[in-house]
């Protein structure tokens, strides 16, 4: 599993930081965002280290698949009966701020979203 040292997001993958997880399996985490924009908003990551989809290949390709397979079924889950959103920003003009891979889902009654969305 690739991991890096000062990311944050591997952080909470290893347990070393505290998150309210979604979900979790042997390659992907899901977690409520810290500052939610929604009344529903978690992220999925995969666990090993990628710092966004501009830089997965490959490798990544599985991964990424399963991700978004997995993403209905955990927003349905998490209540987003009526829809939702999914988010990757990528990159400084993508508004990046965490760089590890990850997945916005969003939904709840959109009266009750914040704006700017992610
Ligand atoms: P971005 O990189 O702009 O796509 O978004 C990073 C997201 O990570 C933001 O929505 C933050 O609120 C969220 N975030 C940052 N730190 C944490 C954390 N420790 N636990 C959960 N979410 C976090
Ligand atoms: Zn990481």
Not at 41 to 50: E, N, R, T
Not at 96 to 101: A, I, K, P, T
Request: net charge neutral; charged share 20%.
């Amino acid at each position: 599993m690739n991991s890096q040292d000062n990311c944050i997001f591997c952080k909470i993958v290893a347990g070393q930081i505290p998150s309210r997880k979604v979900y979790e399996d042997d390659e992907m985490m899901a977690f409520h965002d810290i500052h939610p924009k929604a009344p529903v908003h978690f992220l999925l990551i995969p666990k090993s280290h990628v710092d966004s989809l501009a830089d997965c290949g490959p490798g990544e390709q599985a991964v990424l698949a399963k991700m978004m397979l997995k993403v209905p079924e955990l927003a349905r889950v998490a209540g987003c009966g009526n829809g939702f959103r999914t988010v990757i920003n990528t990159g400084p003009d993508g508004g990046q701020e965490v760089y590890h891979l990850h997945l916005h889902v969003l939904g709840g009654p959109r009266n009750q979203w914040k704006v700017p969305l992610p």
